[in-house]
């Protein structure tokens, strides 16, 4: 994490966010705080704090209370993750073992109980009816995301404004309510709360297509999971998507019957077919154009690192190979 430059203007914060994600990990019930620690010391990018700290810092933070959204922001992830992976009978994730694996469905699903509202605890002391409305309704709108893409599962007939739907819900919704938590706890002004709130889902959108891209060209010792997994679930994602509509009758019928099936049998074929009609081309352009709109949003915040730190951060999202 530390290599990539859009940490460095908050590294400190970023250490305090950790001493206070683990100090709210406290519970009087072990295997609470067994779980809670052992997902949250997996890792990841923790791209949802960092846009938290980053953000709160462009629009002039310089208390500390932006450590505790960042934490609750983690929180609120962690949870989703850990609920997520009993939903998708996961058993890998950022390549070693999930939480469900390891302990059991019942025990993952209640410690992401926990943590949601722990996170809700905590925006009590926060004290602001903004911020919370924000994150109420943002964790409102992931769980409706998780349902709709759960009725997507082996439906080949889902369509791309629909797979869209599932992906601002599920995954840019989150970095949405970050970047506008960030903004009204720094007391920016609304129309740098606006931009910040669109960046944030400019983010998360072309995120997610791009982990779309890399289910099908990525290395899984680098992805910490497997090439194919969406496929293998089900989950008829944008280059299926695409490939159904475009590409010939015999691409199309392959990749309808694969969704249908789950599994990854005809993996190969599959990452031909969706390279060859244009699909992987056709996700990556559409990642970009959300990163041209978010870096064009960040402009109405004052110059600083942290705005730099910010467009940096755009454009790894759409560079990346993990």
């Known amino acids: 994490m530390s290599t990539l430059p859009f940490y460095d203007a908050v590294a400190d914060d970023f250490d305090a966010v950790n001493q206070l994600i683990i100090r709210q990990l406290h519970s009087r019930v072990p295997l609470v705080e067994k779980i809670g620690s052992y997902i949250i010391s997996a890792g990841g990018k923790r791209l949802r704090p960092l846009v938290v700290l980053l953000s709160a810092r ?27 992976d009993v939903v998708d009978t996961s058993d890998q994730r950022r390549g070693r073992s999930t939480a469900n694996a390891k302990w059991g469905n019942a025990p993952s699903v209640l410690v992401g109980d926990f943590l949601y509202s722990r ?19 943002a964790t409102n709108v992931i769980a409706e995301g998780e349902v709709l893409q759960l009725t997507k599962v082996r439906d080949a007939a889902t369509d791309e404004a629909t797979y869209m739907e599932v992906i601002r819900s599920k995954t840019a919704m989150l970095f949405e309510a970050s970047t506008q938590s960030a903004g009204l706890l720094a007391g920016a002004d609304d129309a740098q709360i606006e931009a910040l709130r669109q960046y944030g889902n400019a983010l998360g959108i072309a995120f997610q297509l791009v982990d779309d891209v890399l289910d099908y060209t990525g290395e899984a010792d680098a992805m910490g ?87 940096q951060l755009a454009e790894f999202a759409i560079d990346r190979s993990f």
């Not at 996170?119 to 309704?137: C, K, P, S, T, Y």
């Not at 090439?227 to 309808?256: F, H």
């Open 119 to 137: 996170a809700f605890e905590m925006m009590v002391e926060l004290g602001d009816m903004r911020i919370m409305q924000v994150l109420a309704n």
């Open 58 to 84: 462009a629009c002039g933070m310089t208390d500390p209370r932006h450590h505790s959204l960042a934490a609750i922001i983690e929180f609120l992830h962690t949870a989703t993750l850990l609920h997520d």
């Open 225 to 311: 999971k497997n090439v194919g997994d969406d496929l293998a679930e089900g989950k008829p994602t944008l280059p299926l998507i695409y490939t159904m509509r475009e590409g010939t009758a015999e691409q199309a019928t392959l990749v309808r019957k694969a969704i249908q099936k789950g599994g990854i049998e005809d993996i190969t074929a599959i990452q031909e077919a969706v390279r060859d009609c244009g699909a992987l081309a056709y996700t990556s352009a559409l990642a970009r154009s959300h990163i041209d709109e978010a870096l064009r949003l960040l402009q109405v915040l004052p110059p600083s690192v942290y705005r730099d730190s910010l467009e």
